[in-house]
């Protein structure tokens, strides 16, 4: 796969050369932003696409630096992948291997989720418990109990997941399986290995989130007997075999979310597109709250007139509750409120890393557990910061298009993990950003 649609050339540490993004704040922004393919539904439909023998085609693939390490991870495994403008071609028929890298694997979650394919279509798989952002301990142990219930033997020694089929013509068989959580991986992961297990599995309290129906569909495409995704019931009646398919991923309603917040918070209408309205209720609903208004102007398209900013409190929640993934990129526009905001983090233990920097630019919030009491202020002032984690970094970014004077966002790495040429958009709407290189 050609990596060199990785944007990410810096380290991470030390002192070494580190890439930036320099924005001047307080600038109004205009015009219409191009929405990308879904970071999220991308990775688990690369993993979804290792159950077919034949190669498959996905489209509207975000250039990611998460998506080339994903694309390493199906190289490792055997798989052939090639990469034209936003399709990507999956050839999976030559899976040879059921043993994942841990280099990879360590530094991408979404990787383990390939655990669920690997184990339906060769019988086995060899997976390293996974890394990715750190935002809380995120263990395995939904996915690992639904591979059991579905019949595989699965130990962990020495950091390494064994997940294998034995006996009976090295078939999963189907079962129901209840979520003590509704987990978005573990019900990627269980109903990637069901598909093609002997019999009906059903998934109770599955997770409803966009990206599991998107998976669904996909599968569905592929000959997959799949019904119920994006309800908290999902049942899969397995298949001998699945064909090849051409399949768009669906928008990307977190990114879309950050630009929702940048209108709001530089005070500018901007329209987006495409996007799925539906998937961004709570979002959107916030907004509202917040004193933006947000139009539905087409089937696709979102415009945001923004108003002045008021106080509101937000607790994350599995979908269809308020999305953890846009938790920071709100604590930055609440930090700008009138007023004071209660924001509760309940999915993640630890996303809270941006809270640090927004008080060096100037913003008043205290952590108290789980919840962020915010006291809005008027003004942020530019600051040299650091992003913790990806959507921390976003949310660093949103404060710097906001605050006066300049600042330096630091850690573009975890940006570059998920957000498609962010400074280009935010140029294209009349941001002024660059990116720099340099010894911090
Ligand atoms: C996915 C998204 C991530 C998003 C998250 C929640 C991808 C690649 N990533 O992550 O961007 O923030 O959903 O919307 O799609 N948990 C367990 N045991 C398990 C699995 C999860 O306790 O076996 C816990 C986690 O620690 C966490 C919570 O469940 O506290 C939610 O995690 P989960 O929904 O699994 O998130 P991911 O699929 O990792």
Same mark, same amino acid.
């Given at each position: 796969?050609? %990596?060199?649609?990785?944007?990410?050339?810096?380290?991470?540490?030390?002192?070494?050369?580190?890439?930036?993004?320099?924005?001047?704040?307080? +600038?109004?922004?205009?015009?219409?932003? +191009?929405?990308?393919?879904?970071?999220?539904? @991308?990775?688990?439909?690369?993993?979804?696409?290792?159950?077919?023998? *034949?190669?498959?085609?996905?489209?509207?693939?975000?250039?990611?630096? &998460?998506?080339?390490?994903?694309?390493?991870?199906?190289?490792?495994?055997? !798989?052939?992948?090639?990469?034209?403008?936003?399709?990507?071609?999956?050839?999976?028929?030559? /899976?040879?291997?059921?043993?994942?890298?841990?280099?990879?694997?360590?530094?991408?979650?979404?990787? #383990?989720?390939?655990?669920?394919?690997?184990?339906?279509?060769?019988?086995?798989?060899?997976?390293?418990?996974?890394?990715?952002?750190?935002?809380?301990?995120?263990?395995? &142990?939904?996915?690992?109990?639904?591979?059991?219930?579905?019949?595989?033997?699965?130990?962990?020694?020495?950091?390494?997941?064994?997940?294998?089929?034995?006996?009976?013509?090295?078939?999963?068989?189907?079962?129901?399986?209840?979520? &003590?959580?509704?987990?978005?991986?573990?019900?990627?992961?269980?109903?990637?290995?069901?598909? /093609? @297990?002997?019999?009906?599995?059903?998934?109770?309290?599955?997770?409803? *989130?966009?990206? $599991?129906?998107? =998976?669904?569909?996909?599968?569905?495409?592929?000959?997959?007997?799949?019904?119920?995704?994006?309800?908290?019931?999902?049942?899969?009646?397995?298949?001998? +075999?699945?064909? %090849?398919?051409?399949?768009?991923?669906?928008?990307?309603?977190?990114?879309?979310?950050? #630009?929702?917040?940048?209108?709001?918070?530089?005070?500018?209408?901007?329209?987006?597109?495409? $996007?799925?309205?539906?998937?961004?209720?709570?979002?959107?609903?916030?907004?509202?709250?917040?004193?933006?208004?947000?139009?539905?102007?087409?089937?696709?398209?979102?415009?945001?007139?923004?108003?002045?900013?008021?106080?509101?409190?937000?607790?994350?929640?599995?979908?269809?509750?308020?999305?953890?993934?846009?938790?920071?990129?709100?604590?930055?526009?609440?930090? /700008?409120?009138?007023?004071?905001?209660?924001?509760?983090?309940?999915? #993640?233990?630890?996303?809270?890393?941006?809270?640090?920097?927004? !008080?060096?630019?100037?913003?008043?919030?205290?952590?108290?557990?789980?919840?962020?009491?915010?006291?809005?202020?008027?003004?942020?002032?530019?600051?040299? $910061?650091?992003?913790?984690?990806?959507?921390?970094?976003?949310?660093?970014? /949103?404060?710097?298009?906001?605050?006066?004077?300049?600042? =330096? $966002?630091?850690?573009?790495?975890?940006?570059?993990?998920?957000?498609?040429?962010?400074?280009?958009?935010?140029?294209?709407?009349?941001?002024?950003?660059?990116?720099?290189?340099?010894?911090?």
């Amino acid at each position: 796969m050609d %990596t060199s649609l990785s944007q990410t050339k810096a380290k991470s540490s030390g002192d070494e050369v580190q890439e930036a993004l320099r924005i001047w704040g307080r +600038r109004p922004l205009s015009g219409n932003v +191009r929405i990308s393919g879904a970071k999220n539904s @991308a990775l688990v439909l690369m993993a979804g696409a290792l159950l077919c023998p *034949e190669q498959c085609r996905l489209r509207n693939v975000p250039a990611l630096a &998460d998506i080339n390490r994903m694309g390493q991870v199906l190289e490792a495994l055997g !798989v052939k992948l090639q990469r034209r403008g936003d399709a990507l071609d999956i050839d999976a028929s030559t /899976l040879t291997t059921s043993k994942a890298p841990y280099e990879l694997v360590s530094q991408l979650r979404a990787s #383990f989720f390939v655990i669920g394919s690997l184990v339906a279509r060769l019988g086995s798989a060899r997976v390293p418990l996974p890394g990715g952002c750190a935002i809380g301990a995120r263990p395995v &142990d939904l996915h690992v109990r639904g591979l059991q219930a579905l019949g595989a033997e699965v130990r962990i020694e020495h950091g390494i997941v064994y997940a294998d089929i034995k006996g009976s013509g090295g078939k999963l068989k189907g079962a129901k399986i209840y979520l &003590d959580y509704p987990s978005v991986g573990a019900t990627e992961t269980l109903m990637m290995a069901a598909t /093609l @297990a002997e019999g009906e599995t059903i998934i109770e309290n599955a997770a409803q *989130e966009p990206e $599991v129906a998107d =998976l669904a569909n996909f599968c569905r495409a592929m000959g997959a007997k799949i019904r119920g995704a994006g309800t908290n019931t999902i049942i899969i009646v397995g298949v001998p +075999r699945l064909h %090849t398919t051409d399949y768009s991923i669906i928008p990307d309603r977190i990114e879309t979310g950050t #630009f929702l917040v940048a209108g709001a918070i530089t005070g500018s209408e901007i329209s987006l597109s495409p $996007v799925i309205p539906e998937h961004l209720t709570p979002v959107i609903a916030k907004l509202r709250e917040i004193g933006s208004e947000i139009i539905f102007e087409e089937p696709n398209r979102l415009r945001i007139i923004p108003g002045e900013l008021q106080a509101t409190d937000i607790a994350t929640l599995p979908y269809p509750g308020f999305p953890t993934d846009m938790q920071a990129q709100f604590m930055t526009l609440l930090s /700008l409120s009138e007023g004071n905001s209660v924001v509760s983090e309940t999915v #993640f233990e630890n996303r809270m890393g941006h809270v640090p920097e927004l !008080v060096r630019m100037g913003a008043d919030v205290r952590i108290k557990g789980e919840n962020a009491i915010i006291r809005g202020v008027p003004m942020l002032s530019g600051a040299p $910061v650091s992003g913790t984690d990806l959507r921390a970094s976003a949310a660093l970014v /949103l404060a710097g298009l906001a605050a006066d004077g300049e600042t =330096l $966002v630091k850690g573009l790495h975890h940006l570059d993990r998920g957000y498609e040429n962010l400074e280009g958009k935010l140029r294209k709407l009349g941001a002024k950003v660059e990116r720099v290189t340099g010894n911090w």
